[in-house]
């Protein structure tokens, strides 16, 4: 079974700085994806990014950006140009393709970062 | 659009009774999720469906039940409710494995069991 670890329960920046939020996960597979999703107080999931383990380059979305270091088994999630809507609890994610070998589908979470964007 | 729609948003039961949530999406996708939220973590997987009258089991299955009978609808059933079923519920759904593989979430159901 594949395992998500967000190592900080808790980040905090200015607002207009750059914050990164770390993730690391365990696999014995070579095929997945892998994706952020923010929860802001609302408690609606909402995607951020997502990685397609087999591409090396680095996703990007306007402000969010990537680093993904698979042999590491590393996916950083990097917020540039803070703002105060960026407020809310971050889930690194991962999904496997087990299910096309007869395995279980779902995404398995991290414990979750609470950023905190300070004015 | 309206995505994925959970009913109801919160809920009281007491131990003991029974209770389903409701978990409609609208978007024609054929894989749907039950996932649970307790505080200070991530969700974990309950059951999944990938079409209909197709389900199976997830991480933390028990004390639960599901049905897949139409693509746009995935109950959750809560069979004689215990204080540890205390979290918050999300229904998801999405496409497929391979492209577009987004999971889309309803907005959650907080669900208190005293």
């Known amino acids: 079974a594949q395992t998500v670890t967000q190592s900080q329960p808790e980040m905090s920046v200015q607002e207009a700085e750059t914050v990164t939020l770390s993730c690391t996960y365990d696999?014995?597979?070579?095929?997945?994806?892998l994706f952020w999703y923010k929860q802001p107080p609302s408690r609606q999931m909402i995607l951020v990014i997502r990685?397609?383990?087999?591409?090396?380059q680095n996703a990007t979305e306007n402000r969010f950006s990537v680093n993904f270091q698979k042999a590491a088994k590393s996916f950083s999630l990097k917020i540039s140009d803070s703002q105060l809507g960026d407020a809310a609890m971050y889930f690194c994610?991962?999904?496997?393709?087990?299910?096309?070998?007869?395995?279980?589908?779902?995404?398995?979470f991290g414990k979750g970062t609470h950023l905190i964007i300070q004015p | 659009n309206a995505g994925v729609t959970q009913t109801p948003k919160f809920r009281i039961l007491k131990i003991g009774q029974s209770m389903t949530l409701q978990c409609t999406q609208d978007?024609?996708?054929?894989?749907m999720y039950w996932y649970r939220q307790d505080p200070g973590m991530g969700l974990k997987l309950i059951y999944y469906s990938v079409g209909a009258g197709i389900t199976d089991k997830g991480e933390v299955p028990n004390g639960y039940n599901v049905s897949r009978s139409t693509t746009e609808d995935f109950p959750l059933r809560l069979e004689l409710a215990a204080p540890s079923q205390t979290s918050v519920y999300f229904c998801?759904?999405?496409?497929?494995?391979?492209?577009?593989?987004?999971?889309?979430f309803g907005q959650g159901t907080r669900l208190t069991v005293v």
């Open positions: 994610a991962y999904r496997s393709f087990a299910l096309l070998g007869g395995g279980a589908d779902g995404l398995t």
């Open positions: 990685q397609e383990a087999y591409k090396q």
């Open positions: 978007m024609n996708h054929n894989y």
């Open positions: 696999t014995s597979e070579s095929d997945y994806y």
């Open positions: 998801a759904s999405s496409y497929g494995l391979r492209g577009n593989t987004e999971a889309f």
